[in-house]
């Protein structure tokens, strides 16, 4: 069974920066692709930013080009979104996902707020 954990959320003002943390279990090609989606209240879920394996592209969500960065740990099954110069509307709980070639597996989400 994969488990997709996350971390590193919190609160942070206008113009600071936070770096969420994913780590995968389960079996390597369940976590070939690993991205990052978010969902704030009333909105539907926005993707991020996704990754494939290290060394491979990366794709990102026109909101948050040139702020956020999604890269690959050194150990495969985890990835990071380092997030600079947040605004207030990326105010969203964060979903680390994973598949061989769609994201079909999730986290429980982790909480980012950004203040004004």
């Known amino acids: 069974q994969v488990q997709l954990v996350e971390s590193g959320g919190g609160l942070v003002q206008a113009g600071g920066s936070l770096r969420l943390s994913c780590a995968a279990s389960?079996?390597?090609?369940?976590?070939?692709?690993m991205g990052w989606f978010r969902q704030a209240p009333g909105n539907e879920r926005e993707f991020v930013a996704g990754t494939e394996p290290s060394g491979g592209a990366t794709y990102y969500g026109n909101s948050v080009k040139g702020r956020f960065t999604i890269s690959r740990g050194s150990a495969e099954n985890t990835v990071y979104l380092q997030m600079n110069d947040l605004k207030p509307e990326d105010t969203a709980v964060y979903y680390c996902?994973?598949?061989?070639?769609?994201?079909?597996?999730w986290g429980q989400g982790t909480q980012v707020t950004v203040s004004s």
């Open positions: 389960g079996r390597a090609i369940d976590w070939n692709i």
């Open positions: 996902a994973s598949g061989l070639k769609q994201y079909v597996h």
